[in-house]
T-cell receptor
Framework: ETGVTQSPTHLIKTRGQQVTLRCSSQ?????VSWYQQALGQGPQFIFQ???????GRGNFPPRFSGLQFPNYSSELNVNALELDDSALYLC???????????FGPGTRLLVL | DAKTTQPPSMDCAEGRAANLPCNHS???????VYWYRQIHSQGPQYIIH???NNETNEMASLIITEDRKSSTLILPHATLRDTAVYYCIAAVISGTYKYIFGTGTRLKVLA
């Protein structure tokens, strides 16, 4: 157990809808990173938030957006869902920007 | 960012050492080597990391070659619970500390 929690655990949406995924970071951690993991692939970096500011972004379109709150919890929002957005979404928290990341259990999103 | 290459799968007998290789020939001086594992699509679990020197903790040992172009993760006494996908990652120290995952090695520990 890493102390990183994510909700919901599973979610089913239809194409074109919007979704919000949530992550509570481990106590004392001020950085949250989000990753997308398609079936059979390794996780891919979406973006990172450090002290409520975006601190880097991977190769994902703008319809993937995020927020970090003063308590360092975070949200990942995806607009205009596409079938290819079906994946396991992982968040990872770390004590600082350049520190080891500890992953939550993930949210499995299915887009129909 | 350095890309890592790992064999897609390996088997290991229970109780024996599991040696998982990773090639990271393009790694730069400011990139750490990290190892994580993932069991049944749970979140990846941190194992160990290093920069230049060999490292050991309660889970595993990490051997990094002198030129830093490859490394080996050693699980000294593999158990059935070590069956998982193991990822070797190169992570840049400064700026955005993002992990670039490959497809990993699927380790199967056999009874």
């Amino acid at each position: 157990e890493t102390g990183v929690t994510q909700s919901p655990t599973h979610l089913i949406k239809t194409r074109g809808q919007q979704v919000t995924l949530r992550c509570s970071s481990q106590s004392g951690h001020n950085t949250v990173s989000w990753y997308q993991q398609a079936l059979g692939q390794g996780p891919q970096f979406i973006f990172q938030y450090y002290r409520e500011e975006e601190n880097g972004r991977g190769n994902f379109p703008p319809r993937f957006s995020g927020l970090q709150f003063p308590n360092y919890s975070s949200e990942l929002n995806v607009n205009a869902l596409e079938l290819d957005d079906s994946a396991l979404y992982l968040c990872a928290s770390s004590p600082g920007r350049s520190e080891t990341q500890y992953f939550g259990p993930g949210t499995r999103l299915l887009v129909l | 960012d350095a890309k890592t290459t790992q064999p897609p799968s390996m088997d290991c007998a229970e109780g024996r050492a599991a040696n998982l290789p990773c090639n990271h020939s393009t790694i730069s001086g400011n990139e750490y080597v990290y190892w994580y594992r993932q069991i049944h699509s749970q979140g990846p679990q941190y194992i160990i990391h290093g920069l230049k020197n060999n490292e050991t903790n309660e889970m595993a040992s990490l051997i990094i070659t002198e030129d830093r172009k490859s490394s080996t993760l050693i699980l000294p006494h593999a158990t059935l619970r070590d069956t998982a996908v193991y990822y070797c990652i190169a992570a840049v120290i400064s700026g955005t500390y993002k992990y670039i995952f490959g497809t990993g090695t699927r380790l199967k520990v056999l009874a």
